[in-house]
């Protein structure tokens, strides 16, 4: 067990608890996936992206990037218009991790990067988003993931001491700016993972069969 057992547990979404890729809209797009994956890479960017998780409207980011790659202006727009087909559902497993915490006791937190104008939507699309006991959405704070100030904002608002608390995240960044501010982390890569992992850090889940 954990020197100091976790007592909270904050979940990312994305890659966590939703199964989100953009390349589920761009392979309808693309005959070719070296040429998706050159524009997944170099216009439509995970650095351009991030503009949208700290609050750029869709609008705004893909004008934008649009004169930039004129010729890849229709792609562009697509990544706005079909944002919710970017997820192909659940990831069911942590959904189920989340309800046997919540049904422990342990408060559960999201902190998640998502734009503006998708977090309202997929707030009401599943009921596990409403079901946390709070969550820090990047687009609303201006600030992304890994910055140290989503995270401060995180601990401030909801009352949570960062020893205390384990954070679950699929990008190896975040996980390491987590645990420089002090709090215990998982790498996620699986539910059943995930789930050997909670049972460590000392949180009432049952383990694996």
């Given amino acids: ?16 608890m939703l199964e989100w890729d953009p390349r ?19 216009v439509c960017s995970r ?24 010729q890849y202006t229709a792609e562009i727009y697509l990544w706005g218009e079909r944002t919710e087909d970017m997820i192909v559902g659940t ?4 959904v189920e991790l ?16 998502m734009e ?14 409403r079901a946390l006991d709070g969550t820090v959405v990047s ?16 601990f401030e608002r909801f009352g949570l ?8 995240d699929d990008v190896e960044q975040n996980i390491t700016a987590a645990r420089a501010l002090g709090m215990q982390t998982v790498l996620f890569t699986s539910p059943a993972q995930l789930r050997a992992e909670l049972v460590t850090l000392g949180l009432p889940l049952a383990p694996a069969g």
């Avoid at 100091?4 to 904050?10: I, K, N, P």
């Avoid at 990831?91 to 942590?94: E, K, L, S, V």
Wanted: with cysteine; net charge negative.
């Fill in 47 to 70: 650095e351009w992206h991030e503009d949208n998780d700290r609050g750029v409207r869709y609008a705004e980011s893909c004008a934008a990037l649009a004169a930039r790659f004129p």
């Fill in 161 to 168: 001491v960062p020893e205390q608390t384990v954070f679950i």
């Fill in 139 to 154: 687009s609303q704070e201006g600030v992304i993931k890994p910055d140290p100030e989503i995270f401060r904002r995180l």
């Fill in 1 to 16: 067990m954990a020197e100091s057992a976790a007592r909270a547990a904050v979940f990312d979404i994305g890659g966590v």
């Fill in 24 to 42: 589920h809209v761009y392979r309808d797009v693309f005959d070719d996936e070296a040429e998706m994956e050159r524009f997944l890479a170099e």
């Fill in 116 to 129: 503006a104008e998708t977090y309202p939507v997929r707030y009401e699309r599943y009921a596990f988003l």
């Fill in 91 to 94: 990831i069911d497993g942590t």
């Fill in 98 to 113: 989340l309800g046997e915490l919540q049904a422990a006791g342990v408060p559960c937190y999201g902190l998640t990067n």
